[in-house]
């Protein structure tokens, strides 16, 4: 593998700048990279070759010229869920109703990347719509952990973090609806966050569930996580729900957690978010990381969320509901798969034979459980009382964050587990996303940070901060992140296995 | 807690747009009703006094500038159409057969 490979993000921008390497040779190793890999780990469902070679090669003409650069992040290469827009090239989030479909336009993320000067290198595999917990339901096929290739790599921004893990990318974009950048984050060893609800455009970002989708960045370092977020994130009129406030000061953030002084941060541990379900190897690691944050001078204190246990059935149910109207959009008619179109059958007809043969079982499972809630004579038994308990929720975080300034939990219950082993079983795949779930419910911001091994496998811890806070949960995680790759002789993630290289 | 019918599948389905063959309505059926049984736990805050929340950001009436800018050529608006005829998209017919 090349060394280019396994720098960090912030190091490649660095080079670049310094003509110590070009962005085209940077491009170029990770390509190979994924030549060579990614038969084994499918991370990828488009490799966007040479626009990323032309763009690497943009970036070296600017540095050349003696042109400033166009962001502390000009010429590093990112990997792309393929939920988001990009002119150019498929956008299929992961379904065969999207398949081969070119958007007409870019999400407003992607062109903030591409006038960053960040080098797109393709597009990531995901559940269906960005509807799971494993990568499994992407009508694509699976992506494989690069930790075991037997086990998933979390979902449904699998195919992101395990390109992060896989060394084919050092930054990635995901999206996170209940925990889809921060559990593929924690059982891949990598960094994943989710924004403040609100402050990272959703223009061209298909829609799953609309009060809930945010995108985010996911990196192998927390700097580089924080430098990607003030890239993408910024007051969007192209989004109704965009916030028009600063983009909170995740870098500065960072710099200062990294000297490694978390003296008079209180940090609260959610007691709910423990004991059956959770994995013994989790749970040693979680507690061995709080005793790493304490070391650093943090006051811990524990915090009861009573509510957060009503969080995933909430999910279910408003997560669903969105979704059942979002999707009504693929209907045959302007874009995407059309089937039965012979003649014989009705629109209609032809909307049900394409959604039938387009939309794989979760998503046809969810459009229809949102259909049910949504139902006269069940509304306020549901859905209305999902949205009771979305109050109830965002007054525990109140009362918590009265309290402490960062709340923690293990990101996930369980490492990665194996592929296949909960494809049959609906509500044990949802239970991956139990302690995520909340700060979709409430807005805040939440990250998942890598916090030790169980049985050789990444564990991750959460660290939730306010909503427009961004910056605390960033402090904590850096400090905590420099502490753990001073105790453990370097970084969690170049603990992951070789993987096997084809020519 | 209603239980979820294969006859309730088949309804919600025909409601979504979505063709279910008899295996699905089997499958669906036993899903749902295990999936509805859990989330069916938030019932208990039904007759509690708490207003809803629909959105984490209580934004109301964003309005956009009225301004002119481009939009989407017909070509482009086009180009991705299972269908095309004349510069329009061309769907299949809208009434049934017995309409």
């Known amino acids: 593998m090349s060394e280019l490979t396994r720098l960090t993000a912030a190091e490649i921008a660095v080079k670049v700048q310094a003509r110590e390497v070009s962005a085209v040779e940077v491009a170029q190793a990770h390509l190979d990279r994924i030549a060579a890999v990614d038969h084994a780990v499918h991370a990828f469902l488009h490799v966007d070759t040479e626009r990323a070679l032309a763009a690497a090669k943009a970036v070296d003409d600017d540095v050349a010229a003696g042109r400033p650069a166009a962001s502390p992040l000009a010429g590093v290469p990112l990997a792309l869920k393929d939920v988001l827009a990009m002119q150019g090239a498929p956008t299929t989030c992961g379904s065969k109703v999207l398949e081969n479909w070119q958007p007409p336009y870019d999400a407003t993320v992607t062109q903030r990347l591409l006038r960053a000067g960040v080098v797109v290198l393709g597009k990531t ?16 096929g699976p992506t494989r952990n690069p930790w075991d290739l037997d086990r998933i790599p979390g979902g449904s921004g699998g195919g992101s973090s395990a390109a992060l893990a896989a060394f084919e990318a050092p930054l990635a974009i995901g999206t996170d609806t209940g925990g889809s950048i921060r559990q593929p984050g924690s059982v891949t060893g990598t960094v994943g966050v989710k924004p403040t609800y609100g402050t990272v455009s959703r223009y061209g970002l ?13 990196a192998r370092a927390v700097l580089d996580a924080a430098l990607l977020h003030e890239v993408i994130a910024g007051y969007d009129p192209l989004d109704s729900t965009s916030i028009d406030a600063p983009v909170p000061p995740v870098v500065a953030a960072v710099r200062e957690g990294a000297t490694g002084d978390l003296k008079g941060v209180r940090v609260g541990v959610v007691t709910e978010f423990a004991g059956d379900g959770y994995e013994p190897g989790v749970t040693a690691a979680f507690t061995a990381a709080i005793e790493q944050l304490r070391d650093l001078g943090a006051e811990i204190v524990e915090v009861s ?3 957060f246990d009503l969080a995933l059935p909430a999910y279910y149910l408003i997560a669903p509901s969105e979704a059942s109207s979002n999707l009504a959009r693929f209907d045959a008619m302007r874009y995407g798969l059309r089937i039965g179109d012979d003649g014989t059958h009705s629109a209609e007809e032809v909307m049900s034979l394409t959604r039938a043969a387009g939309f794989g079982a979760e998503v046809k499972r969810r459009i229809m459980l949102g259909t049910y809630a949504l139902s006269a004579g069940y509304y306020d038994a549901y859905y209305g009382s999902a949205q009771k308990v979305r109050t109830l929720i965002m007054r525990d975080f109140d009362a918590a964050f009265a309290k402490v300034d960062v709340l923690v939990s293990p990101t996930t219950p369980t490492t990665a587990f194996k592929i296949g082993e909960r494809t049959a079983d609906p509500m044990a795949m949802y239970r991956a996303d139990l302690c995520t779930i909340p700060s979709n419910l409430a807005g805040n911001a939440a990250l998942s940070v890598p916090c030790g091994l169980s049985d050789g496998l990444p564990v991750g811890l959460q660290i939730m901060s306010p909503a427009l806070q961004d910056h605390r949960g960033y402090r904590v995680a850096a400090a905590y992140e420099a502490a753990r790759d001073a105790a453990q002789g370097g970084p969690l993630i170049h603990r992951v296995p070789e993987l096997e290289v084809s020519r | 807690m209603p239980s979820i019918s294969r006859a309730e599948v088949a309804h919600l389905a025909r409601l979504a747009r979505l063709a279910v063959t008899e295996e699905e309505l089997d499958l669906f059926a036993g899903q749902l009703d295990q999936i509805v049984a859990a989330v069916a736990q938030v019932g208990q805050v039904a007759d509690q006094d708490i207003p809803p929340t629909s959105h984490a950001v209580p934004l109301t009436n964003v309005f956009r500038r009225d301004q002119v800018r481009p939009g989407l050529t017909q070509r482009q608006a086009l180009a991705s159409a299972p269908a095309a005829e004349d510069g329009r998209f061309r769907v299949p017919r809208i009434l049934g057969e017995e309409a």
Do not use: I, K, R, Y
């Open chain 1, 305 to 307: 969320c009573p509510s």
């Open chain 1, 206 to 218: 298909v829609a799953f569930s609309s009060s809930l989708d945010q995108a985010g960045p996911c």
């Open chain 1, 125 to 140: 595999n995901m559940d269906e719509f960005a509807m799971g917990s494993s990568t499994e339901n992407s009508a694509f």
